[in-house]
């Protein structure tokens, strides 16, 4: 119920039950076991801990509210998955991190606490949030640009990102394309088409090479699973983004890189991806491209086929 308000930003209510997350037998994510008492918004606290929850794109796009946050507190401390580390150092670089497994239930360190996915309720009353803060939030390695450049080496083509698998077990198959769908948006000329996904896909690119002679480029020193900060710079160098919904649509979005997100219709299609004229309200550079059916991106690879051929052309 509350994702289905979410998704109408119905905030009010929505919010309000989605703090039952914790209640779904479903609901898989660590909960961080403290007697501390959960932060609001009219608590001044000295050293407050937010925790991660639910997956990597999930935190991202919480990480937002960060600055919103800390006007509220003398000290933020996150205990978060380390991948995510450099990208909040540069986003906070006076945020402290904290291990988890090092908690002890009666250190008095720490004077509230928090997860991460409620930070949103803090600030989100209504969509006039989003055209008050509409930039983008989190940057890439600048150190990294430059090496990952090198490898590209195609000055005089256009660069695209490109992610089409989930490995969501409940939504991953309703959320996926294959090589094979995306080949009228693969075959457009002028375009060096750039791997992102964070599995392997080495057999299905290698099988769709011998079928259709095009190749997708993959970047093989670089760990898109264990390496985000590496993965968020190379969206940084790429010119644009095509995208299902996984983690890269919220780095990409994160980042302020203009993107097409193919997004399901029905299964598959999460709460946060309400638009506005097709524009993501929660990141403004993604455009979203959704089903006209469920199950059947024929519709959606024409749109988005046009649209690309109409930046690159």
């Known amino acids: 119920l509350a994702l ?3 998704a109408k930003s119905n905030y009010k209510q929505g919010w309000s039950n989605y703090s039952s997350r914790w209640l779904y037998k479903n609901f898989d994510s660590f909960v961080f076991k403290t007697n501390l008492p959960k932060f609001t918004i009219d608590t001044h606290s000295k050293n407050l801990i937010i925790w991660d929850e639910q997956g990597i794109g999930d935190i991202i796009l919480f990480l937002r509210f960060l600055k919103d946050i800390k006007p509220l507190v003398n000290k933020i401390y996150m205990s978060i998955d380390e991948r995510i580390h450099p990208i909040i150092k540069r986003l906070d670089p006076e945020i402290l991190f904290y291990d988890k497994k090092e908690f002890n239930p009666n250190n008095n360190f720490f004077n509230h606490q928090i997860p991460i996915g409620d930070l949103g309720p803090l600030f ?23 090496i ?30 294959t090589l094979d769908d995306l080949k009228p948006i693969l075959s457009i000329p002028n375009i060096t088409f750039i791997d992102l996904q964070y599995n392997d896909t080495k057999k299905e690119r290698e099988k769709f090479y011998n079928k259709s ?21 190379l969206i940084d160098v790429c010119d644009f983004v095509i995208t299902i919904s996984n983690s890269n649509a919220h780095f990409s979005g994160a980042l ?20 506005s004229n097709n524009k993501s309200i929660w990141y403004p550079s993604v455009e979203i491209i959704e089903q006209e059916e469920p199950g ?14 109409e930046k690159v052309e």
């Open 148 to 177: 990952l450049e090198s490898k590209l080496n195609n000055k005089h083509k256009f660069k695209c990102g490109i992610s089409w698998l989930s490995v969501n077990r409940t939504i991953g198959l309703a959320k996926s394309l």
């Open 4 to 6: 289905c308000q979410l």
């Open 213 to 233: 002679g095009i190749t997708i480029t993959k970047i093989n020193d670089l760990d898109n699973f264990k390496d985000i900060d590496g993965v968020i710079s």
């Open 124 to 146: 989100v009353k209504n969509n006039s949030y989003f055209l008050k803060n509409n930039k983008s939030y989190i940057s890439s390695n600048k150190q990294k640009i430059p």
């Open 256 to 275: 302020g890189k203009e993107t097409f997100l193919l997004l399901p219709k029905g299964k598959g299609k999460l709460w946060y991806w309400t638009s």
């Open 296 to 309: 059947s991106w024929d519709k959606a690879i024409k749109i988005l086929e046009q649209k690309v051929k």
